[in-house]
């Protein structure tokens, strides 16, 4: 579940976004809907823990923002955002699963997963990686070198099913994916829906951004940006330190501004 009352982030030139109030139950599928710039893809990061709010607060999967950002990050984890969390153009599909499988087991798993035999985990863990590809619809079979196909020969929907199905590597209560229509054509977004609306069918919570919202999706609107003087403590805690993390913003170089610290976090 997600809920937020009041909620707003207040960037180096202004005001991002800010009074966003909305309740969504969990599996639902919500669509934060605008055009580039207007703050969209700082409110996915926002509701992520991936970036502090200022103004108003959120309840992430019963994690109270902005004070629990590292809870949130914990429940929910990052599909596809550009420059923050993108697949790396030279590895294969192959390489991006086993990467994100070794990741998740060192730092996802309990001291008593770690406890269990070698051979049980590995089990689980070819599990793991089956069920977020049959999530996110992708056959690595069916591509041109299968598994050895590099991210860089992905078309885009293949793209973003590879990066859906690495943040379902986690098991998350929360799925977040960023630009979701974006170069895709109209059979294209209609295939990233129906993936996106399966996985919310299956319990997720799924927190998309995108220039259309299909009409079944809770549809969250930010308010435009406010041009606004930088008043009181600097927004230097603005965006957080997180395992997995394009920012719209008051202008062109605010946008940049803040894809450069999501992306170093």
């Known amino acids: 579940m997600i809920t937020a009352e009041g909620f707003g982030l207040e960037g180096p030139r202004g005001w991002t976004f800010r009074d966003v109030t909305f309740t969504a139950p969990a599996g639902s599928l919500i669509a934060v809907e605008g055009a580039s710039g207007t703050g969209r893809t700082c409110l996915l990061l926002a509701l992520t823990g991936r970036m502090r709010a200022g103004e108003g607060h959120a309840e992430v999967a019963g994690h109270r923002l902005p004070r629990q950002l590292a809870a949130v990050r914990r429940v929910a984890a990052l599909g596809p955002v550009d420059g923050v969390c993108e697949l790396d153009p030279a590895l294969t599909v192959g390489e991006h699963l086993r990467e994100r499988q070794l990741l998740q087991r060192r730092f996802g798993e309990s001291l008593r997963g770690w406890a269990r035999p070698r051979a049980e985990r590995e089990a689980e863990g070819r599990l793991r990686v089956a069920g977020a590809l049959e999530a996110a619809g992708l056959?690595?079979?069916?591509?041109?070198?299968?598994?050895?196909?590099?991210?860089?020969?992905?078309?885009?929907?293949?793209?973003?099913?590879?990066?859906?199905?690495?943040?379902?590597?986690?098991?998350?209560?929360?799925?977040?994916?960023?630009?979701?229509?974006?170069?895709?054509?109209?059979?294209?977004?209609?295939?990233?829906?129906?993936?996106?609306?399966?996985?919310?069918?299956?319990?997720?919570?799924?927190?998309?951004?995108?220039?259309?919202?299909?009409?079944?999706?809770?549809?969250?609107?930010?308010?435009?940006?406010?041009?606004?003087?930088?008043t009181g403590s600097a927004a230097k805690d603005d965006i957080e330190t997180g395992a997995g993390g394009n920012a719209g913003a008051t202008s062109g170089k605010g946008a940049a501004h803040a894809h450069a610290e999501a992306g170093s976090a």
Not at 148 to 165: P, S, Y
Not at 222 to 229: E, F, I, Y
């Open 139 to 230: 056959d690595p079979a069916a591509l041109p070198k299968a598994e050895r196909t590099a991210a860089r020969d992905l078309e885009r929907l293949e793209a973003l099913r590879l990066g859906t199905a690495l943040a379902l590597l986690g098991r998350p209560e929360v799925l977040a994916v960023d630009d979701v229509d974006h170069k895709l054509g109209p059979a294209e977004r209609d295939e990233a829906w129906a993936m996106l609306r399966g996985i919310a069918a299956g319990g997720t919570t799924v927190l998309t951004v995108c220039t259309r919202a299909p009409e079944d999706a809770l549809v969250v609107r930010p308010r435009p940006p406010v041009a606004a003087t930088r």
